[in-house]
């Protein structure tokens, strides 16, 4: 199972736009807003359900929703020219600080709190 | 330029969080709650700005934020068995769908109202 | 205890905004935005707790947050000149509506599966 | 104009839930959670919209999804026994510390900023 994202289907994503001349509607500013609307229909799935809702029950919907989070955020780095897999990759190690693993270790407190 | 995410950068993700021994914590509803609410603090980059922002202005806060988005997706789709790759090319075969290059072109109207 | 706003309060926010000349910032949209933004951190009190969290061991803090979301409720309603009392009153009784009390009874489900 | 929430009101929203039995799945989390959800909706009202756009293009749309974010509003209060109206007084008075009119008038930065 792929865990990345190719850079075809990211390719995709930005070719979907271009041929719908969406890119003079994106500005930042708005592709963020979308990227919190799209989080927020994901959430949407688990509103009323016990912390223990495993995904099997509402897979296709998180599938679904998951994917349109996924695709602002490819959005998002195209208008910004931001390499999205070394953003990652400098975030993880700044949470590697933040975050030590002997103090941070079966504890689900923020850092500031740590 | 890289606008997709390596499996090397997915995994590396996904082994921060089980050094940390963190997966205890990781219900599918309090991961999507941590997504929106990271969604949330990208958005705020933008509050009060114009919509003519430019991401030059506000690049270095947008990159480490987006990260983080983009950290929680990987979490949502490795505890729920969802591979990011294919469920991205599937939606955007359904925008395809929804969207179509005829009608959508230059308009940024919802599919509903197309 | 007041479960309501009065007046007297409502046109305190208004002046806090009016006495820091704010009003020229405050586009519907970027207001809509901020109420988004204090929502989610009135969410993030409740991140990585369980669903058994209980009011009291958070109070201030869930205090805080909802008075800042009550605080853009109030600055959003001033501006698109709404009246709240009334648009409130007015949504309950659609909601009676599409949540009828026979079919809607101990039951959370959206209007739309019931 | 009222500006404010009736008490009237805000007990007819409490009705509203009892006579349902909804109580019983009112966690302050999953309250949170919809509030979030609510603010959301409210902000797709300007999505891909000019932060020029005037209320009246959207008056009856923004002026039901602020009555639902309200109603969480009040039901939040109401599980924490929480008085809306002291909260906001409180925080309002807050405000005025970490804003002070001098420093203020006519910045839209925080007060971190500031």
Redesign the interface.
């Known amino acids: 199972?792929?865990?990345?994202?190719?850079?075809?289907?990211?390719?995709?994503?930005?070719r979907?736009r271009d041929?719908?001349?969406?890119k003079?509607?994106h500005?930042?500013?708005?592709l963020?807003?979308?990227?919190?609307?799209?989080?927020?229909?994901?959430?949407?799935?688990?509103?009323?359900?016990?912390?223990?809702?495993?995904?099997e029950e509402k897979?296709d919907r998180?599938?679904?929703e998951?994917?349109?989070?996924?695709?602002y955020?490819?959005l998002?780095?195209?208008?910004?020219?931001?390499?999205?897999?070394?953003?990652?990759?400098?975030?993880?190690q700044?949470?590697?600080e933040k975050?030590p693993?002997d103090k941070?270790?079966?504890?689900?407190k923020k850092y500031s709190e740590l």
């Not at 041929?19 to 969406?22: A, G, H, L, P, V």
């Not at 998951?66 to 695709?71: G, K, T």
């Open positions: 199972m792929s865990k990345g994202l190719t850079e075809d289907t990211a390719n995709e994503i930005v979907f041929e719908r001349n969406w003079q509607f500005t930042p500013k708005d963020a807003l979308s990227l919190c609307l799209e989080a927020a229909e994901l959430l949407e799935v688990f509103q009323w359900s016990g912390t223990d809702l495993r995904c897979k998180i599938k679904e998951l994917a349109d989070v996924v695709h955020c490819v998002i780095a195209d208008v910004c020219d931001i390499d999205l897999d070394s953003a990652s990759r400098e975030k993880l700044r949470n590697r975050y693993v941070a270790y079966g504890v689900s």
